[in-house]
């Protein structure tokens, strides 16, 4: 029998986990509270099961019970009974593993874990404030990602839960831009530039009046960043496209949402020189 908590872990965990699942395994099982603490022990037990001593075949069945039983069990828990202070609490760690972890699967399993967690927390149907520290736990990893050379934060990932999660990127959308104006690495800003792009797509047949409020509110700051990006060019061939790419699919949401007044009001000379000069057809339409 073993003693400390890692033996504890690699030992006998599995068949505490074939306790919980193969024989006690209800049908509402998944609708239970009670799977989020299961959650969150299988998470740390992967996470153990990576240092030192791990056992791969144990690393494997964890993961495995994770991915399978978990995160793509037919049901997801019901936010209803859970509640949200805790569903942010599992978040937060979640994306501190996404972005710190320096193993690929934890990583993985850290991101697969937030599409879930975002799953039960949409199902509460929480009102915008209460949203607030949700949003404000992605803006803390992207200033992290920003700020510090060791975050390993893979941009492809907060793509992938705005698409999931359109509601978030409309929420991330201004502080983005200001990221993108304040950032000098060009690459980190190319990055962030895709995932306003990103953003931007999200909003196609979502909700356009939340969606064409946000972009109203930050017109300004979007017609800013168009003159700054345009005017810095980058050297690079695929960067110069997506700074066209951006450019290009920020014209075409600002008339999907019949913003073209607003904007051409906002955009300086200067700014529509460039446009002009560099978007092509793209810009057409917005010519005075
Ligand atoms: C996370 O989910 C993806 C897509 O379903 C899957 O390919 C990947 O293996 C999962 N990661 C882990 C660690 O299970
Ligand atoms: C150009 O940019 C792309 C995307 O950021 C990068 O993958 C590639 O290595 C860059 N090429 C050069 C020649 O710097």
């Known amino acids: ?41 299988l998470m740390q037990a992967f996470v153990k099961s990576h240092s030192a001593d791990g056992n791969e075949q144990f690393r494997q069945r964890i993961g495995g019970i994770l991915q399978k039983r978990i995160f793509k069990a037919k049901e997801c828990p019901k936010g209803f009974d859970v509640e949200l202070s805790r569903l942010e609490s599992l978040l937060q760690k979640a994306l501190h593993l996404a972005s710190r972890s320096r193993y690929k699967e934890v990583a993985s399993a850290a991101q697969n874990a937030t599409f879930w967690i975002l799953k039960i927390i949409n199902s509460k149907g929480c009102s915008k404030q209460e949203l607030a520290s949700v949003v404000d736990k992605f803006q803390y990893m992207l200033n992290d990602y920003f700020s510090n050379k060791k975050s390993r934060l893979k941009i492809g990932f907060v793509k992938e839960a705005v698409r999931r999660n359109p509601w978030v990127g409309r929420e991330l959308f201004g502080f983005a831009l200001q990221k993108i104006g ?37 017109m300004a700051l979007l017609c ?30 600002v008339t999907r949402l019949n913003l073209k007044e607003k904007f051409q009001k906002k955009l300086s000379p200067e700014a529509y020189t ?12 917005f010519r005075q």
């Open 274 to 285: 460039l446009c002009d000069a560099q978007l092509g057809a793209a810009f057409v339409p």
């Open 182 to 218: 304040s950032t000098k690495a060009e690459y980190r800003r190319v990055q962030t530039l895709e995932l306003v792009d990103c953003i931007l797509k999200s909003w196609v047949g979502d909700d356009v009046s939340s969606a064409s409020k946000v972009l109203k509110k930050h």
């Open 224 to 253: 800013e960043l168009m003159q700054e990006i345009l005017t810095k060019m980058p050297e690079n061939k695929s960067r110069r496209q997506e700074v066209r790419r951006f450019c290009t699919r920020a014209l075409q949401t």
């Open 1 to 41: 029998m073993c003693s400390c908590i890692n033996c504890f872990l690699l030992c006998d965990l599995p068949m505490l986990c074939n306790f919980f699942f193969l024989n006690h395994l209800s049908p509402n099982f998944a609708g239970k509270k009670l799977v989020l603490d299961v959650y969150a022990f």
